[in-house]
């Protein structure tokens, strides 16, 4: 079976500021991708996701690690070989609204796979092809084929780029943030699509930071943070008992419909606490006195705010520490070493806390 | 009321003749009110909120008028509108936060900014703007950074307090939490309430696609829908017992934390808006609504159903004239709802 084998695989990015220095993308990351199994990727940014993507689409080389399709390391493949790669392995990526070349007809990209894969396929043959291809992706080929990119509307778009990677032989899709730029009302299509395939056995490596939308496709999750895997295993597992404090964090923070973010106890409101009033009303000292002054007045100093104390919980989760909450999170250094996943349960990983 | 706008309409030039982006819209906005404007890309959303503020070369307003405070803005007049930006209405733009100069420090940019507003009293907006810097959790030092050094969370909400450092009554907030990772999102959004309530805003418009983050920070919502509004209610409404066709399908469709396609499949909308340029007469939303009748054909009025309730639905405004008969007023919606 072409199952994708990532192995102890560390990228690191050579800094180009002032201060030098190589920051670790990804550290040490292993996980596998059967087919007929969507396993979704997710992490904030900055988290390395999109590298992983990229370095299974042999498009970034690790520094450590190897990928293996099929038993074989990717790394050595020839030209041909990894022409043979691609006809296999296939990535879709955020925005549909550059894959295309606008001053082409947007099926191009069906022409250009012919030319390197089927030259020698028959014109009928070729369009009964992508026929079969955009009917997989529930597209009318009358409303798409012969169009300009601009004439389709996003969903139109991406998911003729999936029907793009139908027509090859492909066994497994990295789709990397394919839903974020496309609205709500054809999200759940392009979601729905990715499930059909799947359950046709096409392996889909679903990158996103949309904790509901990995929730609804996948049948495994992997949280990344910093590079590392922190949690991983069965999406309702993870979903349903989440063990490492930035899972939960993660989740805490998603907004939904029906629950309101819980909010934690409020630090007092200087405002209020120092004699003046809130929203329109009048203020201690006159009503001309502006908000502004009066908050001068006032001495904030000690008291977090409810917005202050969200931020620094979260830096606290993240930073799995106390260290200066205000250095923002992209300023920690951090080791290359990635914390161990211990099983908590069967097909649940959790990391140690970092 | 706080804010009020009176059938606005707003056009964009084009050779083949003003296309009409924002069509007719009225809404009213209560002091302390955070209104969600809601609606799929191409709908008028950000157009209607730039045009409450500044409307640039290929834009004009076509009809309407808008109300601060009781006093009506000039928006057709882009020069006199100039002394009552930042103080009276200011705009945080979609991707404000990308668009910060990167050749100036952040602490430089603010100073040029209230230079050009000719604030006489500097140093004291500046005392101001280090302690809402401090109120939600970065410290003096981002003044003098530039802005690639800052992450995304922190330049949105440096770009958020520079534009409300004047205290404008009202605050148009375009697509401030997209592109914002979820922890990132939720600092955003609190610290949007918590300016509120600290009335360095006295209302704001959130202008988002992302219907649940307006279900967190909105008090109420309104749906946009080729250039019209279709919805306008409370937040609990707009979620728990839509009326409108188009807004219950969008609600339909949002997956949620706990909803797996093992158990469920949501539908999403099937076609897509008409084309603003040449747009049907009736009903917008007719070719997608599956509940469209002939009478749809014409333009449906955005009327009031319940109380803070409008809606623009012919078959929502047949109901209710069938149920106004019976003792529950409800009854109707709860039906409609399922």
């Not at chain 1, 000292?285 to 006032?298: D, I, K, R, S």
């Not at chain 2, 609190?190 to 209302?203: A, C, N």
């Amino acid at each position: 079976m072409s199952t994708i084998k990532v192995d102890q695989v560390s990228k690191l990015y050579r800094a180009t500021s002032r201060s030098g220095g190589l920051t670790p993308a990804l550290r040490k990351v292993s996980f596998e991708l059967p087919p007929g199994e969507v396993i979704a990727l997710i992490g904030e940014s900055g988290s390395g996701k999109t590298t992983i993507g990229k370095i299974l689409l042999r498009l970034v080389q690790p520094t450590s690690g190897t990928v293996t399709f099929d038993g074989k390391d990717i790394a050595t493949y020839s030209q041909r070989g990894l022409r043979e790669y691609y006809r296999q392995v296939q990535g879709v990526f955020q925005d549909p609204f550059s894959s295309y070349n606008p001053i082409y007809r947007a099926d191009r990209v069906f022409d250009m796979v012919r030319d390197v894969y089927f030259k020698g396929v028959s014109d009928s043959d070729w369009s009964a092809r992508i026929e079969a291809a955009l009917d997989a992706v529930a597209l009318n080929p009358g409303d798409v084929l012969g169009k300009y990119p601009h004439q389709l509307s996003g969903g139109q778009q991406q998911r003729l780029l999936i029907a793009r990677a139908l027509l090859l032989d492909v066994k497994v899709l990295i789709a990397d943030e394919i839903i974020s730029m496309l609205d709500a009302s054809t999200r759940v299509d392009v979601l729905n699509l990715l499930v059909k395939l799947k359950r046709q056995g096409l392996a889909i490596l679903f990158i996103t930071h949309d904790l509901s939308l990995g929730n609804y496709v996948s049948d495994r999750t992997i949280i990344l943070r910093h590079g590392a895997i922190v949690e991983m295993g069965g999406t309702e597992k993870i979903f349903g008992n989440p063990q490492h404090e930035y899972t939960k964090m993660l989740l805490s923070a998603v907004p939904e419909l029906h629950k309101k973010w819980q909010h934690s106890p409020l630090g007092p409101v200087a405002v209020v606490a120092n004699g003046a009033a809130v929203a329109g009303q009048t203020i201690d000292g006159g009503p001309n006195v502006p908000v502004a002054t009066a908050l001068t007045q006032a001495s904030l100093v000690d008291e977090l705010t409810h917005a202050e104390q969200v931020v620094k919980r979260d830096l606290r989760a993240v930073l799995g520490g106390t260290r200066a909450v205000a250095s923002g999170k992209s300023q920690v250094a951090m080791a290359l070493e990635p914390p161990t996943l211990r099983e908590f349960e069967p097909d649940h990983l959790v990391a140690d806390p970092e | 009321m706080s804010v009020n706008v009176a059938n606005l309409s707003v056009a964009y030039r084009s050779r083949r003749g003003d296309v009409t982006a924002v069509d007719n819209v009225s809404f009213t906005l209560a002091d302390g009110e955070i209104m969600g404007l809601a609606g799929e890309s191409g709908s008028g959303k950000s157009t209607l909120g730039n045009a409450l503020i500044y409307l640039d070369q290929r834009m004009k307003a076509t009809g309407g008028t808008v109300t601060v405070d009781g006093r009506e803005l000039p928006i057709a007049d882009t020069r006199a509108m100039r002394p009552l930006r930042m103080t009276e209405v200011s705009l945080v733009p979609q991707y404000a936060m990308s668009a910060l100069t990167p050749t100036r420090k952040i602490g430089q940019l603010i100073t040029d900014l209230l230079k050009s507003h000719h604030v006489k009293d500097t140093r004291e907006v500046l005392t101001e703007m280090q302690r809402r810097l401090e109120l939600i959790g970065l410290t003096e030092g981002v003044l003098s950074k530039y802005s690639f050094e800052l992450s995304g969370g922190m330049r949105q909400r440096v770009t958020i307090i520079m534009s409300t450092l004047l205290n404008p009554s009202l605050l148009i907030a375009d697509e401030v939490t997209s592109a914002l990772d979820v922890s990132t999102q939720r600092a955003v959004g609190e610290m949007l309430l918590e300016f509120r309530d600290r009335g360095y805003v006295k209302s704001v418009i959130a202008i988002t696609h992302d219907l649940s983050i307006l279900a967190q920070i909105a008090d109420s919502i309104a749906i946009m829908y080729a250039g019209r509004l279709a919805e306008k209610a409370s937040t609990e409404a707009i979620v728990n017992e839509p009326l409108h066709p188009y807004t219950q399908a969008l609600i339909a469709s949002l997956p949620e934390v706990g909803v797996r396609a093992d158990q469920v499949t949501l539908t999403g909308i099937p076609g897509r808006p008409p084309s603003l340029a040449d747009p049907p007469p009736g009903c917008r939303f007719r070719d997608r609504c599956p509940f469209a009748f002939d009478r749809c054909t014409q333009t449906p009025p955005f009327e009031e159903i319940k109380p803070g309730h409008h809606v623009a639905c012919w078959k929502v405004s047949q109901e209710r004239a069938a149920a106004s008969g019976r003792p529950v007023v409800g009854q109707a919606a709860a039906e409609h709802a399922v």
